[in-house]
């Protein structure tokens, strides 16, 4: 047992000494304030959460051993448990170079390193010791007492840091059903037990209770996660093989409560211990998921690729790489099966090497290194030869990788290279001189190879050697030349190059040589020239007059001009429209269609209302459609924008006294004529407020606020109150805003002077 778990069930021993009641009562309340999983009554669940301990809130020890996942199910009846009894999640697995993608309706999505379909590669199974594994199962829950309430079982997702189980970590966590049939391997039937509303024993009945139970009559009991009561149907779990065997190690734990203390359970994170005894840890749980050994991958690689006949030094790269993401390795040796022992600097076989072990590799990591060896042999032959890499894993498993390199030992022969250019490579129609630049180049590998060129024709200009060849302006190309090994000969001709646009010219220059030896080498180069279309285009302007108009609005004039940019095409207006107007054709002078010559233009002008808020801008874009000579569609737009400025409101307000206990009357009129305004505040300097019904100062209101006023509209009311000085003067303010909030300035007011004899 490591430190961290020897301090863990320390800490869960001193549990002990919290007495029965303080117990139930922090149960309690975890469970309240744990939230609920959606799931429908009764069907066992799956969440992904943290592990025993952090859903517990507390140290555990786990002694008892009364509920334990005890293995998974042999589904396919063969008396074996193996992979074949488990199902993978149907996603493409390493090395698909599309790992991860689905491939639940079609296998052969997946993709080998060369590309070709890999159906074998769908299912998420462990491809290296630290991979992730996606899977479901058929769980095998053993109960080892009478019966036991909530079960749940938590599998560690993770790398088990702690070599705890599943107490702490990140988990999936699992509770059974409480209703229905689940099947045995042997094929009988068995049920799911839900022993909180049969009153069996504990805290019952609990019918909102959703987690399931276990008793001696359904024991052991089967839970498929693949089946029609299971909610999620996978566990991710870390393709950890702890033991060495070749098999997944999965830790887990399990919980359960006790008659008494089984507790309302309504999802995976109410299924915790009942007390901190009441759970069963094993850290070595197995699966019958094979996680293969690390690798070794080996690549080498030869520079140069081919070595001219009797041979030559050959440098040979060699890489190898620790594939597992997760072990680390010990590289010990490095043998070629032609030069033996790359690693020995004394090895008679090769020139010098940059290889050594033994080598640590760390897990993904990469050591290089290369030899330089001699390649011999004849002509027309290769050499090949294999490096294997031999390493250790953590386990002491022996690993090897190999892989070879091929050197071609080459004839040598003459080669000649043409390389021809043309400039410009594109000519307006209907066409133009071009120059066509023509390189050609002796590559022979034998430095004793000269070539004499003898030859020089053109499949379209004919013999461009030839100064009085009339097909061609004029040509500095002469015959014969000779090209020496490593270097070249150029020149250049110059020709017309003419056609219909939107066409390519195309003619190639053929080159003819020999050798030393008498052998003739003919190559080839082609050059092409563009034979562009003048492009066509148009320009359109929008103005508007006036710019500003007053709300609500008013009549403005809006301009169009359509330039036609072009210099050979006449251009062909079909539609002409405006964002705000629609079709513009009949509006004012415009009509469409209308041909405008090169050069030319076209326009035309229109009125319209353009109406709106004041301190709003409407913006107009007005759009023509056309076609060229060469049946080109062409399109230009322009905008042209009108503010709408703001009217300020205006009102009036007058009073007049009618008592002794004297009414005022208070009218407030709109004196706009262009929108309605609002009354917000009516506010009097000897009584205030006087739209308050509760302002002691006055008798009695029948103004109430805000109010809305029509245009030439007005509001009346009247409010009481008591005069005792004379003359008595008074005043009313009101506050008065537009639909913009704009108040009126200065505000409206009146005063009324009341004398009493």
């Known amino acids: ?105 079609d296998a052969s999505i997946c993709r080998d390193e060369d590309n070709n379909p890999a159906p074998q590669l769908c299912g998420d199974r462990c491809a290296y010791p630290g991979d992730t594994t996606s899977f479901s199962a058929t769980f095998e829950f053993l109960l080892s007492a009478q019966e036991r309430f909530d079960v749940g079982a938590y599998f560690e997702t993770s790398f088990d840091v702690a070599g705890d189980g599943a107490l702490s970590g990140s988990c999936s966590i699992i509770t059974l059903p409480e209703t229905g049939i689940f099947t045995r391997p042997d094929g009988s039937a068995g049920n799911y037990v839900d022993l909180d509303t049969s009153c069996k024993g504990g805290s019952c009945p609990q019918p909102e209770d959703e987690c399931g139970d276990i008793d001696n009559e359904n ?119 032609v030069y033996g022992d790359i690693t020995d600097a004394i090895n008679s076989n090769i020139s010098s090497t940059t290889c050594s072990t033994p080598r640590d590799l760390g897990h993904g990591e990469t050591y290089t290194c290369y030899f330089m060896a001699p390649v011999n042999g004849q002509g027309g032959t290769s050499h090949m030869d294999t490096v294997t890499a031999s390493g250790l894993d953590e386990n002491q498993t022996v690993l090897e990788g190999s892989d070879d390199a091929t050197v071609q030992i080459l004839d040598v022969t003459p080669e000649m290279s043409v390389t021809k250019t043309a400039s410009p490579t594109t000519v307006n129609e209907p066409g133009a001189n071009v120059t066509f630049s023509v390189l050609v180049s002796n590559d022979s590998t034998a430095s004793s190879d000269s070539l004499s060129l003898t030859s020089l024709t053109d499949n379209v200009f004919g013999d461009i050697a030839n100064s009085s060849n009339i097909d061609i302006i004029s040509t500095d190309c002469s015959v014969p030349q000779t090209i020496v090994y490593g270097s070249s000969y150029s020149c250049s001709f110059t020709a017309f190059v003419g056609g219909e646009p939107l066409t390519v010219h195309e003619d190639t220059v053929t080159a003819v040589a020999n050798d030393d030896e008498g052998t003739e080498l003919t190559r080839d180069d082609p050059a092409t020239v563009d034979i562009l279309d003048l492009d066509s285009a148009c320009t359109l302007t929008m103005t508007a007059g006036p710019t500003m108009v007053m709300e609500p609005g008013d009549s403005v004039s809006f301009s169009i001009r359509i330039d036609n940019d072009s210099t050979v095409d006449v251009l062909t207006i079909s539609s002409l429209t405006d964002s705000g107007f629609g079709d513009l054709d009949g509006m004012g002078t415009c009509a469409i269609p209308r041909d405008i010559a090169p050069g030319e233009y076209y326009s035309c002008t229109f009125t319209a209302d353009v109406t709106g808020l004041g301190g709003t801008t409407h913006s107009y874009t007005a759009t023509a459609m056309g076609v060229d000579d060469d049946g080109f569609n062409r399109m230009c737009s322009s905008s042209a924008k009108v503010d709408i400025r703001d009217a300020a409101p205006t009102a009036t307000l007058t009073k007049k006294a009618i008592e002794a206990v004297v009414t005022y009357q208070v009218k407030v009129t709109n004196t706009s004529t262009v929108e309605a305004v609002t009354l917000d505040a009516l506010s009097d300097d000897m009584f205030g407020d006087i739209a308050d019904g509760a302002n002691l100062s006055i008798q009695s209101t029948t103004c109430e606020l805000p109010q809305t006023i029509a245009i030439d509209g007005t509001y009346t009311c009247t409010f009481d109150a008591r005069v005792n000085t004379s003359p008595h003067t008074n005043t009313v303010t009101g506050a008065v805003s537009d639909d913009e909030y704009n108040e009126v300035t200065p505000a409206p007011s009146d005063s009324a002077t009341v004398t009493l004899d």
């Not at 029965?20 to 304030?33: R, S």
């Not at 839970?223 to 996978?234: E, I, L």
């Open 219 to 337: 024991n052991p009991i089967y839970y498929d996660m693949r089946g029609p009561k299971a909610v999620a149907d996978t566990i991710t779990a870390v393709c950890l093989d702890t033991d060495a065997d070749g098999f997944l190690n999965l830790p887990n734990c399990t919980s359960w409560r006790q008659s008494g203390a089984n507790n309302v359970c309504t999802d995976p994170s109410h299924a915790f211990p009942g007390s901190p005894s009441k759970c069963n840890c094993d850290p070595n749980f197995q699966l019958p998921i094979e996680v293969p050994a690390a690798t070794l991958d080996v690549v080498k690689t030869a520079t140069p690729t081919a070595v001219d006949e009797p041979g030559g030094m050959v440098k040979f790269d060699v890489s190898v790489t620790n594939k597992s993401p997760f072990e680390d390795l010990t590289l010990s040796s490095l043998i070629d099966n």
């Open 1 to 105: 047992m490591s430190s961290t778990h020897t301090s863990t069930a320390t800490r869960c021993l001193n549990i002990l000494s919290i007495t029965i009641p303080l117990l139930i009562f922090v149960l309690l309340l975890v469970m309240t304030a744990m939230p609920a999983v959606a799931a429908n009554p009764g069907e066992g669940e799956i969440v992904v959460n943290g592990c025993m301990e952090d859903i517990a809130m507390s140290d555990l020890n786990c002694t008892a051993n009364d509920v334990s996942v005890s293995g998974v199910a042999d589904i396919t009846g063969d008396g074996l448990v193996n992979e074949a009894d488990i199902t993978f999640a149907p996603i493409c697995d390493y090395p698909a170079v599309n790992a991860g993608a689905d491939c639940s309706t």
